[in-house]
């Protein structure tokens, strides 16, 4: 089963974290890693924010149709 | 022969003497239906039960009442347990109900306990069978009722706590006796087309009868071979199904399944700013790591207070030449005196380039850092010559014919130089 992105952003920043909490880079490596986990931090904020409503759809015998929430 | 004239009362004595010695009498088991029932103020009941062409009377006195679980009513079809005896003051028979029961249900809750009994021993409810739901599923599927109020609440539930997702509703029977065979199709099916991630299985609140479906050996079979990780969500807060037991997840109501199913993004949200927060805090000790390391370096003896190591080698060298100059003839001491010098120079060379090497080290740091600034150390009233554009660092460096350029806090100063006395003889 496929990740969302979402999730595979999330634990990328997690590993990133750990990684810079080890302490064991170099400055620049440190500040390489900052970076990026910042911006993943962004993208995960931006992607729980924007999302809209929740797709929902029926399995009808013909596949899959439009479930009728009314 | 005078003929013996008996009692009423002596009449109803004996009879009910010989209904309460029998054995068959003193404990029947009846199926029946209720009618004429009453609730006596003192709370015994006082019902009739009676099948397609007889009946009889019936009592149930308030202390066995206790136990009963349900509230029994005219046409109820009930199974009862109790002894027949006679009434003497009336002279009637009745039936004295111990327990009773619906119709029905008594099977139902016998079948419902002899399968969990069987499931149970061939290790359908094991721990180490569990399989775990994933932490953000990207679709979720639903088997139940497409009409009904659960799969309502678990789309809105969803809807309010992770948006990003996606709900496949698996339309099924879900009361009925054709309800069992509807849902196993349906799990069987969400397995082949591997297109949810997490099953969430159940229905609303209703009677026992209505539930039956999700206490069939067949449904927990199916929730027992998906690869599929498996919510039950059926009735209410109280009511236990094999399909709870059997599933992954037990969740109270098909709501309780929604919650369990996906987290609350505004907690994710949380997450993401704690890692931040992480992220920064680890930057800062690693900096404040490699400053104090610096620190460190810069404070050594050779980059403090360079001119003492060649102080320490000419000491070593004097002394040298002394020992020599007691012990031996002149030409000797002189040989002797060239290879010092040798030996000397080499010192020398070694150590600026070891002084360079530290140098540079030393000039890197403050670049990475960008903590110090020469500007500064001027303030502190030092100054730098330079002759032709070029620091000069030694006394040797510098040429008595040219300008000297004096750089200091607030400016330069170009001068000429009157006279050079240096502690140097090279």
């Known amino acids: ?70 | 022969m005078v003929r013996q004239y008996l009692t009423v009362t002596a009449l109803n004595r004996y009879l009910k003497y010989k209904f309460d010695n029998d054995q068959e009498l003193s404990s029947i088991l009846l199926k029946a239906e209720i009618s004429n029932f009453k609730r006596h103020s003192r709370g015994h009941l006082y019902l009739t039960l009676k099948d397609d062409t007889s009946q009889v009377s019936a009592i149930m006195f308030v202390s066995n009442t206790k136990v009963l679980n349900f509230n029994p009513k005219d046409g109820d079809k009930v199974i009862v347990e109790g002894y027949v005896s006679i009434y003497e003051a009336y002279g009637t028979y009745q039936i004295y109900i111990q327990k009773m029961d619906l119709d029905g249900v008594g099977d139902l809750y016998l079948a419902y306990e002899k399968l969990k009994d069987d499931l149970s021993k061939k290790g359908y409810f094991a721990e180490e069978h569990k399989q775990k739901l994933p932490c953000f599923p990207k679709t979720v599927g639903v088997i139940t009722s497409p009409t009904g109020a659960a799969v309502r609440d678990i789309i809105n539930v969803i809807n309010n706590r992770f948006p990003m997702t996606s709900i496949i509703v698996y339309p099924a029977l879900v009361q009925g006796v054709n309800a069992k065979e509807s849902i196993k199709l349906q799990i069987e099916k969400a397995n082949q087309q591997g297109l949810v991630d997490v099953l969430i299985i159940g229905r609303g609140g209703g009677s026992i009868e209505d539930l039956w479906a999700f206490n069939e050996e067949i449904v927990a079979r199916a929730i027992y071979d998906s690869k599929i990780p498996v919510i039950s969500a059926v009735g209410h807060e109280t009511d236990f199904t094999i399909s709870d037991f059997v599933s992954d997840v037990r969740a109270s109501t098909p709501s309780h399944a929604a919650e369990l199913v996906v987290k609350n993004y505004r907690d994710v949200i949380g997450e993401i700013l704690t890692y931040q927060e992480r992220l920064e805090l680890a930057l800062l000790n690693l900096y404040n790591n490699y400053l104090k390391h610096y620190k460190q370096i810069v404070n050594r003896n050779v980059l403090k207070n360079p001119m003492r190591l060649i102080q320490t080698k000419e000491l070593a060298y004097a002394n040298l030449l002394d020992r020599l100059s007691m012990v031996s003839p002149v030409n000797i001491i002189n040989n002797k005196k060239e290879k010092v010098d040798i030996l000397i120079k080499q010192i020398r060379s070694e150590f600026k380039y070891l002084l360079k090497d530290r140098q540079n080290t030393y000039q890197n740091l403050i670049e990475k850092l960008e903590l110090t600034n020469p500007l500064n150390i001027m303030k502190k009233g030092y100054a730098i010559v330079k002759q032709d554009g070029m620091i000069k660092k030694h006394y040797t460096e510098i040429l008595k014919d040219k300008d000297l350029v004096i750089a200091l806090n607030g400016g330069e100063v170009t001068t000429k130089i009157i006279a050079m006395e240096g502690e140097h003889n090279e």
Do not use: T
């Open chain 1, 1 to 70: 089963m496929s990740k969302l992105s979402f999730e595979e952003n999330l634990e990328k920043l997690e590993v990133l974290v750990k990684k810079l909490e080890s302490g064991e880079n170099s400055l620049d490596e440190a500040v390489k890693l900052y970076q990026e986990g910042i911006s993943l931090a962004k993208i995960c904020h931006e992607e729980l924010k924007n999302a809209e409503e929740v797709i929902v759809k029926l399995m009808d015998s013909e596949g899959l149709v439009d479930f009728n929430k009314e």
